[in-house]
């Protein structure tokens, strides 16, 4: 498996002057009510809320492969969120894997005709909701996602939380990205996926 790596400042984003601007290789939007900010600072992407969910999307289509980052949540009332997107269709229809560090928690979802649902991790009660794992403020943490056909298997830092799900939803090759919500301002880097052999 090769493995791309895009340093998100370096080369996923370009800077014109005084603002950061996305450039022609990604591409970002929000699900749901408002739009997402994005912008660059000291060689991250950073989300800075806007929008019920924000998400920035590149690289060619990947059907079964593994996407990662490492994202740092600084602020928000409602949410402090970072994550990632794979097998992205569209604005309404893509997975997602992310962390809250207001919840303490790791969760997969899936976003159908723009409504997000909860996966639930294999082996787990009908009412678990993904992983309980400490996500600290301010602090850099990596979440991954390896997607082989209807599986997924999700880590956080490393092996602090990992759990699989299932779902046959969305089977197509999507592109993959980095995701976060409502009043999160996040901060992410180091950027990696690949497509599977």
């Known amino acids: ?88 269709q569209d604005a309404n229809n893509y997975y997602i894997a992310r962390a809250n560090a207001l919840e303490n928690n790791v969760v997969a979802y899936k976003m159908v005709n723009g409504k997000r649902t909860d996966l639930k991790p294999v082996g787990a009660g009908a009412r678990a909701y993904g992983a309980t794992a400490t996500v600290t403020p301010r602090a850099w943490h990596t979440i991954r996602a390896d997607f082989k056909g209807p599986e997924f298997v999700v880590r956080f830092d490393k092996d602090v939380a990992t759990f699989t799900v299932r779902d046959e939803t969305l089977k197509s090759a999507g592109r993959v990205g980095v995701w976060s919500k409502a009043d999160s301002v996040t901060e992410f880097e180091e950027f990696r996926y690949a497509a599977a052999r």
């Not at 005084?18 to 699900?31: F, I, L, R």
């Not at 990947?62 to 009332?77: I, T």
């Open 1 to 88: 498996m090769k493995t791309l790596v895009i340093a998100l400042a370096g080369i996923v984003l370009a800077l014109g002057g005084a603002e950061a601007q996305m450039t022609d290789a990604w591409q970002s939007g929000s699900t749901g009510r408002g739009s997402a900010r994005w912008d660059v600072a000291e060689r991250q992407l950073v989300y800075r809320g806007g929008a019920d969910f924000g998400w920035a999307v590149s690289g060619s289509a990947v059907q079964d492969g593994f996407v990662e980052v490492r994202f740092r949540p600084l602020e928000g009332r409602t949410d402090q969120a970072g994550g990632i997107v794979w097998r992205w």
